[in-house]
């Protein structure tokens, strides 16, 4: 979709896939619910990521699957969206690989956290 110029339709599909795994995609995200997720995001990193769960696969299908449907939903938000629903879904992303395992889409999970942290470096809770 989203090379085709439909970004809205590549969001709309994301969401309603990842709804129907289980995921909560919330049809607003405010600012306040970034400033909230992003420094617990950071926390979980820093408590979790070492050897250990870099050792730890995903095991479960239905995480695997949503966590590849999160890296579409980002770069649609990217285009339509403001930057602060960006960084919520980034950090749903990372959180569902800290509290999961790893898996072959942690690499990028982690890559746009790096990126929404850069976009977001004066904000006051990074």
Known sequence: FSSQGKVVDAY???S???SHLGETIPETVTPQAVEA???ETLQMVREIYGAEWLGKKIENESVRQILKFYPALINASYIFKQPHVVA???CRMVKLSLQHGVSKYTPLAFLHLANTLMSFDTAPFI
């Open 37 to 39: 997720i992003v420094p």
């Open 16 to 18: 309603s896939m990842l």
């Open 12 to 14: 709309n599909t994301c």
């Open 88 to 90: 919520y879904f980034v």
